[in-house]
């Protein structure tokens, strides 16, 4: 008995093991090979005069109405008191975890001021912003306006006036200076440059990576960034910032923190200038700032040297756009490509992944529940033949609580890998704890199976007496199948296969 129940669960893991493996894409980037190396370590931009470095002036602030189509925003202006001249200009482009002047671009916008740089930071549109849906060439034309206001302000020179987007704003900028070649440069800062999509496979890759996953839970990547995501939207997913980068024809600032673990540091560089350089434009400056994190912090703290090296290469342009080195600072390190992401065949819709695993779980708990009735319903017990009870009730607690603890360790390793984190007990034991639950359910439906194919080989015996018996064992066992082949799905039973 032990034998035969030990070998249909093995039977039955292969099985899943094979389903799993060929119901969606591996995960398998491409290593780079084309390293970017870095002429010198210093940040410092060259040029042939001294600028005015930051904290020169005192800076005064004041909130003024943009109004965009079909809403009105509010933004601050920076300035410094008593610069001589008509001066440059820079609107800041928000990210996405950023919104309102109060709270984003603080520092860099008063420290450029401080510097004779008159600075601009709008509020972000948020009526037509939202997690599932945002327009990327729209928020282009609403940035826009940002930089009518700035241009006509008293003391700022029109012809100077650029902006700076970062980390999803650098999806943005670059639309913008495409469509208007008037603008003098762009600041791209912390730029994904991929698809929003590959970026967040990346992102995933290396968050998992430095919190020490196992090896089986990346199988997931592709499965989870490439499905269309339950309830709809996030059309800007693929979103192509390529095209615009080629039209770009102002000098461009590029910088990035090496220890921004969330972009292709090397490729997204090295993208830029071969666009920029397609479109005839070569006037390109990257920076990389050694222990900087995805918003160019330090400890903390804004990096000062990327506020000082940027004052200096906007207020000393053009002269700065050709000086010495080109490619500067922390050596940058990626060991994979950002590639596009395979669409799953078979549970490329989010809907049907959660429909699929809401319902085998309903089954599962109907099943149950149909049992429990009639349990109580009948003197004489549930209708199911002895032997029948136990393995039904492994198959179905199993089942559910394996996908209740997948969940549990996927929530718990996402916020390992975004606070930057290791827990062995966690990451390791978590997993283990996962399959071994997967194990257990498959000892039971292997017990069940068997135990059926014995009442079927008797013939005096039924597996089940009464229509209640039938429903319940029917529905607990279609239900636990579909919950555990969906487990399979997203990598519980891998074999290496």
């Given at each position: 008995?032990?034998?035969?129940?030990?070998?249909?669960?093995?039977?039955g893991?292969?099985?899943?093991?094979?389903?799993?493996?060929?119901?969606?894409?591996?995960?398998?980037?491409?290593?780079?090979?084309?390293?970017l190396?870095?002429?010198?370590?210093s940040?410092?931009?060259?040029?042939?005069?001294?600028?005015?470095?930051?904290?020169?002036?005192?800076?005064e602030?004041e909130?003024?109405?943009?109004?965009?189509?079909?809403?009105?925003?509010?933004?601050?202006?920076?300035?410094?008191?008593?610069?001589?001249?008509?001066?440059?200009?820079?609107?800041?482009?928000?990210?996405?975890?950023?919104?309102?002047f109060?709270?984003?671009?603080?520092?860099?916008?008063?420290?450029?001021?401080s510097?004779?740089?008159?600075?601009?930071?709008?509020?972000?549109?948020?009526?037509?912003?939202?997690?599932?849906?945002?327009?990327?060439?729209?928020?282009?034309?609403?940035y826009?306006?940002?930089?009518?206001?700035?241009?006509?302000?008293?003391?700022?020179?029109?012809?100077?006036?650029?902006?700076?987007?970062?980390?999803?704003?650098?999806?943005?900028?670059?639309?913008?200076?495409?469509?208007?070649p008037?603008?003098?440069?762009?600041?791209?800062?912390?730029?994904?440059?991929?698809?929003?999509?590959?970026?967040?496979?990346?992102?995933?890759?290396?968050?998992?990576?430095?919190?020490?996953?196992?090896?089986?839970?990346?199988?997931?990547i592709p499965r989870?960034?490439?499905?269309?995501?339950p309830?709809?939207g996030?059309?800007?997913?693929?979103?192509?910032?390529?095209?615009?980068?080629?039209?770009t024809?102002?000098?461009?600032?590029?910088?990035?923190?090496?220890?921004?673990?969330?972009?292709?540091?090397?490729?997204?560089?090295?993208?830029?200038?071969?666009?920029?350089?397609?479109?005839?434009?070569?006037?390109?400056?990257?920076?990389?700032?050694?222990?900087?994190?995805?918003?160019?912090?330090?400890?903390?703290?804004?990096?000062?040297?990327?506020?000082?090296?940027?004052?200096?290469?906007?207020?000393?342009?053009?002269?700065?756009?050709?000086?010495?080195?080109?490619?500067?600072?922390?050596?940058?390190?990626?060991t994979?490509?950002?590639?596009?992401?395979?669409?799953?065949?078979?549970?490329?819709?989010?809907?049907?992944?959660?429909?699929?695993?809401?319902?085998?779980?309903?089954?599962?708990?109907?099943?149950?529940?149909?049992?429990?009735?009639?349990?109580f319903?009948?003197?004489?017990?549930?209708?199911?033949?002895?032997?029948?009870?136990?393995?039904?009730?492994?198959?179905?607690?199993?089942?559910?609580?394996?996908?209740?603890?997948?969940?549990?360790?996927?929530?718990?390793?996402?916020?390992?890998?975004?606070?930057?984190?290791?827990?062995?007990?966690?990451?390791?034991?978590?997993?283990?704890?996962?399959?071994?639950?997967?194990?257990?359910?498959?000892?039971?439906?292997?017990m069940?199976?068997?135990?059926?194919?014995?009442?079927?080989?008797?013939?005096?015996?039924?597996a089940?007496?009464?229509?209640?018996?039938?429903?319940?064992?029917?529905?607990?066992?279609?239900?636990s199948?579909?919950?555990?082949?969906?487990?399979?799905?997203?990598?519980?039973?891998?074999l290496?296969?």
């Amino acid at each position: 008995m032990l034998f035969r129940t030990a070998a249909t669960t093995a039977v039955g893991i292969i099985v899943l093991a094979v389903l799993g493996a060929v119901l969606g894409p591996q995960w398998d980037p491409s290593p780079l090979t084309d390293p970017l190396v870095v002429e010198r370590s210093s940040t410092v931009i060259g040029g042939p005069v001294d600028r005015t470095p930051v904290g020169t002036y005192r800076v005064e602030t004041e909130v003024v109405d943009v109004q965009l189509d079909g809403a009105v925003v509010q933004a601050q202006i920076s300035r410094p008191v008593d610069a001589p001249g008509d001066l440059p200009g820079v609107v800041f482009v928000h990210g996405a975890g950023t919104g309102e002047f109060r709270r984003a671009f603080r520092v860099q916008a008063h420290d450029l001021a401080s510097a004779g740089i008159v600075t601009l930071v709008p509020n972000k549109r948020l009526d037509t912003y939202s997690t599932r849906h945002r327009d990327y060439e729209s928020m282009a034309a609403d940035y826009a306006r940002s930089v009518d206001v700035l241009r006509s302000r008293d003391g700022v020179d029109p012809d100077r006036v650029g902006v700076y987007g970062e980390s999803e704003g650098a999806w943005i900028a670059p639309v913008m200076t495409a469509r208007d070649p008037t603008l003098a440069f762009a600041a791209l800062v912390s730029a994904p440059v991929v698809p929003p999509r590959q970026q967040a496979a990346y992102a995933a890759d290396n968050y998992l990576r430095n919190t020490g996953v196992p090896d089986g839970v990346f199988r997931a990547i592709p499965r989870a960034v490439g499905m269309a995501l339950p309830g709809g939207g996030f059309e800007y997913a693929d979103f192509v910032v390529t095209p615009f980068q080629k039209r770009t024809t102002q000098p461009v600032f590029v910088a990035y923190g090496t220890a921004d673990a969330s972009l292709p540091l090397v490729q997204g560089a090295r993208r830029i200038i071969d666009d920029l350089a397609e479109g005839g434009n070569d006037q390109v400056t990257v920076r990389y700032y050694a222990g900087a994190d995805h918003g160019l912090r330090v400890d903390g703290r804004v990096s000062a040297d990327l506020v000082r090296d940027l004052a200096r290469w906007i207020d000393g342009l053009p002269a700065t756009v050709d000086a010495a080195p080109r490619i500067a600072g922390g050596q940058p390190y990626q060991t994979f490509l950002a590639e596009p992401v395979a669409t799953p065949r078979w549970f490329g819709d989010g809907d049907t992944v959660v429909n699929t695993v809401v319902g085998g779980a309903a089954a599962v708990v109907v099943g149950a529940v149909v049992l429990l009735v009639a349990r109580f319903a009948r003197r004489e017990g549930t209708g199911l033949a002895r032997g029948l009870g136990g393995p039904l009730l492994a198959l179905a607690l199993g089942s559910l609580l394996t996908v209740v603890a997948l969940v549990w360790y996927l929530v718990s390793v996402a916020r390992l890998a975004l606070d930057y984190e290791r827990n062995a007990w966690v990451v390791q034991g978590g997993w283990v704890g996962v399959r071994l639950l997967g194990v257990a359910a498959v000892v039971g439906a292997a017990m069940l199976v068997n135990r059926v194919g014995d009442l079927r080989k008797d013939e005096e015996a039924t597996a089940v007496d009464g229509p209640a018996a039938t429903v319940s064992l029917v529905l607990v066992s279609v239900g636990s199948v579909v919950l555990l082949v969906m487990l399979a799905y997203w990598g519980v039973f891998q074999l290496g296969i």
